[in-house]
């Protein structure tokens, strides 16, 4: 794991130390920021070798949001996970619209956060190189990227995630619950609306092919090509 690293946003120096020190038990290079102005400086200079963030949402000079904000405009594809105090929903859907791939509310156990952020690394390795087209939309799996009828999608971690899962499992009806078991690989003790605010940005960036991804009611989404 030492070729991975790992960029530490938060205020508070402790919290920063402890998530160092669990994280670095698995060989991880780790970086780190303590406010907004200085995550967005390391990460520039940085941006070559960074393969995750984990970013604290109320932070001086500038807060999450707004470093989120900045880093999604030029990279749509780096897992960002929030660290945040506040569990609101309406707090967690905004980031997920954002572009946010994960949440994490302190305080949190240090070696769930670990088994987390090595999930997401795991998930967001290259895979063998495979290309597989359904209806004008091409997924390619060691590239990690999208494009419909020719034209390259731009799509977050989580977004290509879900859209991967459905496509994979073409013409089968999945449940809110097993797309949050597979798709964040892990029990999300979240609401199911994550998936709901997701599967409409997905579709928008789809355009006319949005319209395979149907809505099952009382149970949850399927990928069908009629």
Do not use: C
Not at 12 to 23: A, G, Q
Not at 29 to 37: K, R, S, V
Not at 51 to 69: E, H
């Amino acid at each position: 794991m030492g070729d991975v690293t790992i960029l530490v946003v938060d205020d508070e120096s402790r919290m920063r130390k402890l998530i160092k020190d669990f994280l670095m038990t698995k060989n991880y290079n780790i970086l780190e920021a303590e406010n907004g102005e200085e995550a967005l400086k390391i990460y520039e200079q940085n941006k070559e070798k960074v393969s995750l963030i984990l970013l604290d949402v109320m932070m001086p000079k500038l807060d999450g949001w707004s470093v989120l904000r900045q880093i999604r405009q030029e990279n749509k594809n780096i897992p960002i996970v929030m660290l945040t105090a506040r569990a609101e929903e309406q707090d967690e859907l905004f980031g997920f619209e954002l572009g946010v791939d994960e949440y994490i509310t302190k305080p949190f156990s240090p070696k769930i956060l670990v088994a987390r952020v090595e999930s997401i690394l795991k998930r967001s390795k290259p895979e063998t190189k495979e290309l597989k087209e359904y209806d004008g939309i091409l997924i390619d799996n060691e590239g990690r990227t999208v494009s419909v009828d020719g034209k390259q999608v731009e799509f977050s971690f989580r977004e290509y995630e879900l859209l991967k899962y459905l496509l994979e499992n073409e013409n089968i009806a999945l449940s809110r619950d097993k797309i949050l078991n597979t798709v964040w690989n892990y029990d999300y003790y979240g609401d199911s609306r994550t998936i709901d605010s997701h599967i409409k940005k997905i579709r928008h960036k789809l355009g006319k092919k949005g319209k395979h991804i149907q809505t099952i009611r009382g149970i949850g989404y399927k990928f069908e090509i009629k």
